[in-house]
């Protein structure tokens, strides 16, 4: 069955710091893969997506995501995170080829920045 | 604003009750998808519908049932209510036509009790 695995369940990190949230899905055909953001209250809201071309994928709010094929990996990367980046973070996949293709989320990643 | 309005925003039902759930999808926005998030877990895929037509399942019973509107809105149901019921119910749509990610309402919150 397909899966998407998020390594950290709960990252603190201080303001300024950098981030990388780990991603790895079990599919073995094309993928489209997408990273969203859930802030305290609100609803989930796309960060990013990557269907083809460039695997470096670059987001609102300066994350980016790389996608490693070789790895079936999407990590999440932000240089310095700000206290408003608290939030859940959801890895998700989408099997190609179904344009009307559902969505297979991870766990969550939930991260608090220390001001 | 999410732009997909779910309503209610919050229930509490009785253990063997029913209950429906109500999304209006983004404006422009033709497929409608449903998924339930659990506490502490990533949203799972109940099913998705696109002209009128479920065209998806994920691993759901047959209690959970929907319906889409000839205007793009949909219905979801949940029949014969269990205490593992209780959830977060998020509704998600999208333009067919147009690739992207979906948009996400802000979810019905479901306590079974």
């Known amino acids: 069955a397909q899966s998407v695995s998020q390594h950290n369940h709960h990252v603190i990190l201080s303001e300024a710091a950098s981030l990388e949230l780990g991603c790895n899905y079990s599919y073995g055909g094309t993928v489209n893969l997408f990273w969203y953001v859930q802030y305290p209250g609100q609803h989930l809201q796309l960060l990013l997506k990557y269907f083809s071309g460039d695997p470096l994928v670059k987001g609102i709010k300066g994350f980016e995501a790389e996608f490693i094929k070789s790895k079936f990996s999407f990590n999440l990367r932000k240089p310095s995170v700000q206290w408003s980046d608290t939030a859940e973070y959801f890895c998700?996949?989408?099997?190609?080829?179904?344009?009307?293709?559902?969505?297979?989320f991870g766990k969550g990643t939930k991260l608090s920045v220390k001001p | 604003d999410a732009g997909v309005t779910q309503s209610p925003t919050h229930l509490i039902k009785t253990r063997g009750q029913q209950v429906t759930l109500r999304c209006s999808p983004k404006s422009g926005h033709d497929t409608v998808s449903w998924y339930q998030q659990a506490l502490g877990q990533g949203p799972q895929f109940i099913f998705q519908?696109?002209?009128?037509?479920?065209?998806q399942r994920g691993n759901f019973p047959d209690r959970f049932s929907g319906h889409q509107f000839p205007n793009y809105s949909s219905e979801l149901n949940v029949n014969a209510l269990l205490l593992g019921d209780s959830a977060l119910y998020l509704c998600?749509?999208?333009?067919?036509?147009?690739?992207?990610?979906?948009?996400f309402g802000s979810g019905t919150r479901l306590t079974v009790v």
């Open positions: 998600a749509s999208r333009w067919t036509a147009l690739s992207g990610g979906y948009t």
């Open positions: 998700a996949v989408s099997p190609y080829g179904g344009s009307q293709g559902n969505l297979i």
């Open positions: 519908y696109y002209e009128e037509e479920e065209r």
